[in-house]
């Protein structure tokens, strides 16, 4: 019992280490790139539990964020509906959404599973640049300064955000859908024959996944007040959320967050170290390191650690 508790020690430890570093006085720069970076982890875990826990690897998890940040966005600018009642709106449409997606997946698998969410970022992309009278094309929707919150506001949001995501994966983890889906992943067919409903357990999983990540895209939205489809249903948002649970370790608790220091740290710093102009430059050494880690260690970070495995689990 002691065991299984250490994960979730370490893990709230490093939030309290993270929730005091706004009163050593960081600059507003500091807090931008932590907030960027814990709603990575958020996203990240959100994924991970229907890729990571449960083996449906979706390629198109922007489609859930950009409903999120679209749905209470479009509430406002068309019905004056405050942006935070619009929040529940989006994780509702997302849910249907999911709900499709799962019913997509008792037909399709593996590679096939993974192009038909790419299908969906794009159909959902394409609709919101043609119907422009509602999404305002490739304009974007824009929120007013009113709704803004101080820096630091942003930043416990966002660990409050992340905790509450980790608490989720962790308790489901444990149960036994949390067992069901590593059952699935492992071998589905196996699975079934055991008497598992592979099928209900995938759409439970993904309507979890989708719920959490569409709470992300609101964030974002209130954020930065402004969501365009470029970054709304961003194709290389959706890889990146990816890259950040794989590069410490998929199917792991403590893999997102540690991934989303590993990844979008050193991402974001170069970005505004090298400027605009340079963004190719940005890219080539974040995709080196990537490249050399995922070499290095294909399984990720947190399994350098091999004895101490299941500490991470």
Same mark, same amino acid.
């Given at each position: 019992?002691?065991?299984?508790?250490?994960?979730?020690? &370490?893990?709230?430890?490093?939030? &309290?280490?993270?929730?005091?570093?706004?009163?050593?006085?960081?600059?507003? &720069?500091?807090?931008?790139?932590?907030?960027?970076?814990?709603?990575?982890? @958020?996203?990240?875990?959100?994924?991970?539990?229907?890729?990571?826990?449960?083996?449906?690897? *979706? !390629? %198109?998890?922007?489609?859930?964020?950009? #409903?999120? $940040?679209?749905?209470?966005?479009?509430?406002?600018?068309?019905?004056?509906?405050?942006?935070?009642?619009?929040?529940?709106?989006?994780?509702?449409?997302?849910?249907?959404?999911?709900?499709?997606?799962?019913?997509?997946?008792?037909?399709?698998? %593996?590679?096939?599973?993974?192009?038909?969410?790419?299908?969906?970022?794009?159909?959902?992309? /394409?609709? /919101?640049?043609?119907?422009?009278?509602?999404?305002? %094309?490739?304009?974007?929707? /824009?929120?007013?300064?009113?709704?803004?919150?101080?820096?630091?506001?942003?930043?416990?949001?966002?660990?409050?955000? !992340?905790?509450?995501?980790?608490? #989720?994966?962790?308790?489901?983890?444990?149960?036994?859908?949390?067992?069901?889906?590593?059952?699935?992943?492992?071998?589905?067919?196996?699975?079934?024959?055991?008497?598992?409903?592979?099928?209900?357990?995938?759409? &439970? $999983?993904?309507?979890?996944? $989708?719920?959490?990540?569409?709470? $992300?895209?609101?964030?974002?939205?209130?954020?930065?007040?402004?969501?365009?489809?470029?970054?709304?249903?961003?194709?290389?948002?959706?890889?990146?959320?990816?890259?950040?649970?794989?590069?410490?370790?998929?199917? /792991?608790?403590?893999?997102?967050?540690?991934?989303?220091?590993?990844?979008? !740290?050193?991402?974001?710093?170069?970005? *505004?170290?090298?400027?605009?102009?340079?963004?190719?430059?940005? %890219?080539?050494?974040?995709?080196?390191?990537?490249?050399?880690?995922?070499?290095?260690?294909?399984?990720?970070?947190?399994?350098?650690?091999?004895?101490?495995?299941? @500490?991470?689990?």
């Amino acid at each position: 019992m002691a065991t299984a508790l250490k994960p979730h020690y &370490f893990y709230l430890g490093s939030v &309290f280490i993270l929730a005091l570093l706004p009163l050593l006085g960081m600059g507003d &720069f500091i807090l931008h790139i932590l907030i960027i970076t814990l709603l990575y982890a @958020f996203m990240g875990q959100a994924w991970n539990i229907l890729g990571g826990f449960c083996g449906q690897f *979706s !390629v %198109g998890h922007t489609a859930f964020f950009g #409903v999120g $940040a679209y749905g209470m966005t479009i509430l406002f600018n068309h019905f004056h509906i405050n942006p935070y009642w619009g929040i529940p709106a989006g994780i509702f449409v997302s849910i249907l959404l999911a709900l499709l997606i799962g019913f997509i997946s008792l037909q399709l698998q %593996g590679i096939f599973f993974s192009l038909a969410t790419v299908a969906l970022v794009e159909i959902l992309r /394409t609709l /919101t640049l043609y119907f422009r009278d509602i999404t305002f %094309g490739s304009l974007g929707m /824009t929120l007013p300064n009113s709704f803004a919150l101080k820096k630091i506001e942003y930043y416990y949001l966002v660990m409050g955000m !992340v905790v509450f995501c980790y608490l #989720v994966a962790a308790l489901l983890r444990k149960s036994k859908y949390g067992t069901f889906m590593v059952a699935i992943r492992e071998n589905e067919d196996r699975a079934r024959s055991l008497g598992i409903e592979t099928s209900r357990i995938k759409i &439970f $999983a993904a309507v979890i996944s $989708a719920a959490i990540t569409s709470l $992300a895209g609101s964030f974002y939205a209130l954020y930065v007040l402004l969501i365009e489809p470029a970054v709304g249903f961003s194709f290389l948002l959706s890889i990146k959320i990816i890259i950040v649970v794989i590069i410490a370790g998929i199917g /792991t608790l403590l893999g997102p967050l540690l991934g989303a220091f590993v990844a979008i !740290v050193p991402d974001e710093l170069i970005r *505004s170290w090298l400027g605009g102009a340079y963004t190719g430059i940005a %890219g080539i050494i974040y995709g080196s390191v990537l490249v050399i880690v995922v070499k290095l260690k294909p399984q990720g970070i947190l399994h350098i650690f091999g004895r101490t495995r299941r @500490f991470w689990e």
